[in-house]
């Protein structure tokens, strides 16, 4: 009965570390998902900046919103270097909790594949809110920043969180074909 009883606790100490492991693997997966599309929006936000010749334009208008909502001086959302490292550091931030969220999502998906509705539905969802988050704080502010941009931003980090997750994870590949199948 002791053996019996030492198999049940080493199974249950095993059980632990392996729940312990896959939630630190979902999160440095995710904190790694996060500053992929974090840096996948900051390459286009770059690029569409440098398209009007002002580099980080987009980022310091963000930043200054940012300054505004938390009461700062106007003089203080005006200075574009604390606004902009202001926006990157929240940028980066709200990405990798977002990219958490995905990969924790992405090892349910794996297991159970009706959980890609859930992850569509809190897509959809937190698309609407963030957009209607910027337009509100947009309209408190005299910046061009637009939720067409707000939303262009988020499709660019959604399908580099899309690519990266297809490329770690074989199953959703093939989950993603499945799903084709039975459409046709």
């Not at 929006?41 to 334009?57: K, P």
């Amino acid at each position: 009965m002791d053996a019996l009883a030492s198999k049940a606790e080493d199974a249950m100490a095993l059980g632990g570390r392996t729940n312990s492991r896959s939630t630190g693997a979902i999160i440095s997966e995710g904190v790694l998902a996060g500053i992929v599309a974090a840096s996948a929006v900051a390459v286009v936000l770059l690029l569409v900046d440098l398209v009007v010749d002002e580099a980080f334009r987009t980022p310091r208008q963000l930043g200054g919103m940012l300054l505004q909502l938390y009461g700062a001086a106007p003089e203080t959302a005006a200075d574009g270097t604390t606004a902009l490292a202001l926006y990157t550091l929240f940028h980066f931030i709200a990405f990798i909790i977002a990219g958490i969220i995905a990969a924790a999502i992405v090892q349910v998906t794996i297991k159970q594949p009706v959980a890609l509705l859930l992850f569509v539905i809190l897509f959809f969802a937190f698309q609407v809110a963030f957009t209607g988050f910027v337009t509100v704080v947009g309209v408190q502010s005299a910046t061009a920043i637009t939720p067409v941009q707000v939303a262009l931003g988020n499709v660019v980090a959604s399908i580099a969180m899309a690519l990266f997750f297809r490329a770690r994870h074989p199953r959703l590949r093939r989950l993603g074909a499945a799903i084709e199948r039975t459409e046709e």
